[in-house]
């Protein structure tokens, strides 16, 4: 007991000290032990009682503070994942391709389709030329585009194109 616990004034009871009695309490706060006269009454004292909700409330408010901060360094990470997603044109390229594509395995679209929506041609995993035709394929991931000397580019799948296999 330290000498804070000796100068808190305490709620005496009119009865003898008895720990079998069912009037008999410890106060959670600081151990202190005592009999009560009302049967409610869990703390030693109303400072007790002040003093254990104060440090319960000091503690979730902690708590709460610190899970703030893992979600704001959480969402700082999202959004530093976005930027570095928006400014790799290669990903934006793909993502770009993925969900113009959709669940299709082709699509037919014109070629300023893509150059409007952003799609940087010069950024791409590999380029070929399928043999024995006019027609270039760009690889982007796991998606391709294929254009030859019409107005018309076709976005599909790698695994569509046996030959970059």
């Not at 706060?29 to 109303?46: A, K, Q, V």
């Not at 035709?133 to 695994?159: M, Q, S």
């Amino acid at each position: 007991m330290n000498v804070k616990n000796l100068l808190t004034q305490r709620i005496e009871g009119a009865y003898m000290m008895d720990r079998t009695s069912h009037r008999y309490r410890k106060c959670p706060n600081d151990g202190h032990e005592f009999m009560t006269n009302n049967l409610s009454r869990i703390y030693c004292s109303d400072h007790c009682a002040d003093e254990f909700h104060n440090q319960k409330k000091k503690m979730e408010a902690e708590q709460l503070q610190k899970k703030k901060a893992e979600q704001t360094l959480e969402i700082k990470e999202i959004k530093q994942l976005d930027t570095a997603i928006v400014t790799s044109p290669l990903v934006g390229n793909i993502h770009l391709i993925g969900a113009t594509l959709g669940n299709k395995q082709f699509l037919k679209v014109y070629k300023n389709y893509l150059t409007d929506k952003g799609l940087d041609f010069g950024v791409y995993d590999h380029k070929f030329r399928l043999p024995g035709t006019e027609l270039n394929v760009l690889t982007y991931g796991p998606y391709a585009i294929a254009w030859g000397y019409e107005d018309y580019i076709i976005l599909t799948y790698k695994k569509n194109i046996p030959w970059i296999q």
